[in-house]
Structures are given as C-alpha cells and as structure tokens.
C-alpha cells in the first residue's frame, strides 16, 4: 500500500470498527437499511470467530480459510470448497463474506467456521489469524483485503485468488486503487484467472506473472452441474409443466419489464399459446403488483406460484405465472424453451446468463451488458440475442415460427457452458499445491 494512504486506510477502518461496536440490534433486522446491517454484523465478530476457533480448530488439521465479498463471488468459492471437503476431508475450512445479502448463502458451503469478515484493520487480522492459523487463505474474484494480505505474508501464509476476474471498465485499474492494493495483488502466492485477458489485466494490477495460471470460471461448473442434478419430477416442476411453449423471465427488474411486458403482448398476439413464467429480482409487493395489474389491463390469465403451489388455481390456463418468492429461479430455467434474463436494461447490471444456457435455453436480455463476459461469450456463439426491443421481438417471434432455430440457438448456448468446464477442477490444484 503506498505509505501515504496507509494512515488514512488505517483510519478508516478504525471508524468503521468504533460504528460497528456502537450499533444497535435493531439495525441487525432485516428491514435496517444495508450499511447499518454491514456495521451491526460485525458488532463482537472477532469475538465470536475467536470463540469457533476455539471450540473447533484442530491444530493437528490443515485449515482452508476462503472469503467471497458477497454472493457472486460465492458462487464462484463453492465449487472449490465442495470439491475441497469431497477430496482433502482432513482439511478444515473456514468461510468468511462481507455483504449482509451473503449471509443466507453462506450455509451453503458447508464450512467448519463461518461469519462475517472483520473491518480490515491490523488487530483485526492479526487476531482472526491467530484464531483460524490458517494453511491458505483464498479470495474469490476480485475483491482482496490489503492489510489482510499484508498480514497473512508476513506469517508465511500463501494467498490465493481464484476466479481471477477484472472487468475493462473496473474501478480496480483507476491510479487511487492501484496505490491502495498492487502490493497485495503483489503478495500472492498464486492467482487463477478465468481467461487470458482478464489475466493480462490482473497483471496490470499487480499480480506477478510467475504465480498466474489460466484455470477458468468455476461458476460454468456450478451451474452445469446443478442443470444435470435439477428433479425433473419434482412437485415445483410437475405442476408448472406445460406442452406450451414458455419462456422464462428470470431476475428481472421495472425497467427490463418496462420493454418485457409490451414486448410480450405484441408476441402473443401471434402466438396465442406462447406462455410467460416471470420472476422479478425482488418479489416484493411493490414489484409484483404493477406485473399483476399488466395481466389484467392485457386480459392475460394469470396466476401467482403461491397459487401453483396451494392448487387453488388451474395451471394450464395461465398465460403468465408470476413467482412470487426467491430461490426456485435455478430449477425454472428447466422448464424453458427460450429465456430472458434481466439487468440488460436497468444500471445494476445483467444478471446470471449461463444458468438457462446449461439447460439449452437460447437467452435474450438488454443492451447492458459489457461487464458480463458470459454474455459476451453467448453473443458471439449465437446462443444469446441482445438489443432493443424491437430486435428481442423479431427474435421471439422467429423462434416462436420455426422450434428449429430455437433449438439451434439453444444447443449453441450450452455448447458454451460445457466448453467452459474444468474450472473447479484447476482452481483446487491450486489451493493444494499451496497446502503442500
């Protein structure tokens, strides 16, 4: 870190320790507002690692300790920490995130210790490092702790990142950044990276070129392997399956609706079979109600899956079928013959394009989408289409003409996810060669 923005990176993380330590327990409730929930967390975190440690860590016992900033990156972390407890079951391992909204996600990666990650203050380090005496210490992506970093050198304990990955346009490769973490990108003992630009690109930051290795993305692996495990029996699937035609909407937000919707009902006009399955990114009832209000001003029969699910309704008549809760989006691309995946109209960003792709579903989404590389990768294998409305409704309406093309669109997006395979496999050679 450059010695200018020591003390002020110093400071910063001693403020943010004094709020947390001053938070209430109203602000741990799920309806606090983010920030106060990020500071709350960590209210007697190191306390409680410490605790963990105590009660669990085997010193005779190598221990992985991994942390992913949030859920995307665990995503990519969960694939290695499975195959890690699959195939090394003496090493322990640790977990550790930073976003509230990882919180839930992090049961499932099975860890020996999991919690919040501590403000990135020397004490903090030193503590959680002399709590945990891990073997490894991995990031996942991006996102690495400098002072973190710093102190896990100075105790001989390699660092690794895995899943490499730097966007052209990141904030990372501006000049204050690069000051504040080049000597941590520096620091590590090894690097994989999800393609060779990206690599370049991790260089740029500091990365040495004697510990980068292209491995690949692990969330090709992920998915694919969740698309082969889906229950095709299950009562969710049985009771939304139709001989319909049906394109899945998943993780969309208003403004991907706003060209969705109107879309939709120009489409349906000429393919009055054609079924709509719609689960917005936040099912909330402000997010949910203008959908439902669509449907009637449309004359659409609709339902909601709460409804699907209590047999209140007759499935086979719904035009549209509104997912009104989280966490069955991965298990609906199954029954899709075309997908649209939201954020390629909205400023947050495309969200997961790969997970319809791994069932042979061509994709549509917006024009945003320069920050995803899976888009990017589906684009140029012609399993994915992207643009205006205009261009996703002349799309729809040629796949809804002629199966053959859709079909064809939708064998070369999965060509993408099973070409992209292996990753996993990679990423873990790496941390092992690191516990040897």
């Known amino acids: 870190m450059h010695p200018l923005l020591r003390p002020l990176y110093a400071g910063a993380g001693a403020l943010a320790t004094l709020i947390a330590s001053a938070s209430t327990a109203d602000s741990a409730a799920p309806q606090a507002n983010k920030l106060l929930r990020t500071f709350r967390a960590r209210r007697g975190v190191l306390a409680r690692w410490e605790r963990q440690a105590k009660q669990h860590r085997d010193p005779s016992r190598p221990l992985v300790w991994m942390h992913a900033p949030s859920v995307g990156e665990g995503l990519q972390a969960r694939p290695v920490a499975h195959a890690l407890r699959e195939q090394h079951p003496g090493v322990q391992l640790a977990y550790s995130w930073f976003s509230p909204s990882a919180a839930s996600f992090a049961t499932s990666i099975g860890a020996d210790?999991?919690?919040?990650?501590?403000f990135d203050t020397a004490s903090a380090a030193d503590r959680m490092l002399t709590a945990l005496?891990?073997?490894?210490?991995?990031?996942?992506?991006?996102?690495?702790?400098?002072?973190?970093?710093?102190?896990?050198?100075?105790?001989?304990?390699?660092?690794?990142?895995?899943?490499?990955?730097?966007?052209?346009?990141?904030g990372r490769r501006g000049t204050l950044a690069r000051a504040l973490t080049q000597d941590a990108y520096r620091a590590l003992s090894a690097v994989g990276a999800i393609d060779q630009a990206n690599g370049e690109r991790l260089i740029e930051l500091?990365?040495?070129?004697?510990?980068?290795?292209?491995?690949?993305?692990?969330?090709?692996d992920q998915v694919?392997?969740?698309?082969?495990?889906?229950?095709?029996?299950?009562?969710?699937?049985?009771a939304l399956h139709s001989d319909r035609p049906t394109m899945v909407a998943g993780s969309t937000w208003p403004a991907d609706e706003a060209v969705l919707l109107p879309m939709w009902e120009a489409v349906r006009r000429a393919?009055?079979?054609?079924?709509?399955?719609?689960?917005?990114?936040?099912?909330?009832?402000?997010?949910?109600?203008?959908?439902?209000?669509?449907?009637?001003?449309?004359?659409?029969?609709?339902?909601?899956?709460?409804?699907?699910?209590?047999?209140?309704?007759?499935?086979?008549?719904?035009?549209?079928?509104?997912?009104?809760?989280?966490?069955?989006?991965?298990?609906?691309?199954?029954?899709?013959?075309?997908?649209?995946?939201?954020?390629?109209?909205?400023?947050?960003?495309?969200?997961?394009?790969?997970?319809?792709?791994?069932?042979?579903?061509?994709v549509l989404f917006g024009p945003a989408h320069s920050m995803s590389r899976e888009a990017g990768l589906l684009l140029a294998a012609e399993g994915a289409i992207s643009g205006d409305r205009a261009l996703l409704e002349r799309t729809l309406q040629a796949w809804l003409t002629?199966?053959?093309?859709?079909?064809?669109?939708?064998?070369?997006?999965?060509?993408?996810?099973?070409?992209?395979?292996?990753?996993?496999?990679?990423?873990?050679?790496?941390?092992?060669?690191?516990?040897?």
């Not at 500091?206 to 090709?220: K, M």
């Not at 996993?424 to 516990?435: E, F, K, P, R, W």
Request: with cysteine.
């Open 224 to 238: 694919w392997q969740r698309a082969q495990r889906v229950d095709r029996a299950s009562p969710l699937l049985t």
């Open 113 to 118: 210790f999991a919690d919040y990650l501590a």
């Open 271 to 362: 393919h009055p079979a054609a079924r709509l399955i719609i689960a917005p990114h936040e099912p909330t009832t402000s997010h949910l109600t203008p959908i439902l209000t669509w449907t009637r001003n449309a004359a659409l029969q609709c339902a909601t899956l709460r409804e699907v699910e209590e047999g209140t309704v007759d499935v086979s008549t719904a035009d549209v079928i509104v997912v009104d809760r989280v966490g069955v989006l991965g298990d609906l691309y199954a029954l899709a013959d075309m997908t649209f995946v939201g954020g390629g109209f909205h400023s947050a960003g495309l969200h997961s394009v790969i997970e319809p792709a791994a069932f042979g579903a061509p």
């Open 402 to 436: 002629t199966p053959a093309v859709r079909i064809t669109a939708g064998g070369r997006a999965r060509a993408v996810v099973q070409d992209s395979l292996g990753a996993t496999a990679q990423s873990l050679q790496l941390v092992v060669d690191q516990l040897s």
């Open 206 to 220: 500091g990365v040495r070129t004697d510990t980068l290795h292209i491995t690949g993305d692990t969330r090709f």
């Open 133 to 170: 005496t891990p073997s490894v210490l991995v990031f996942s992506k991006l996102d690495i702790w400098p002072v973190l970093v710093e102190r896990a050198a100075a105790r001989g304990v390699p660092v690794v990142l895995l899943s490499g990955t730097v966007a052209p346009g990141s």
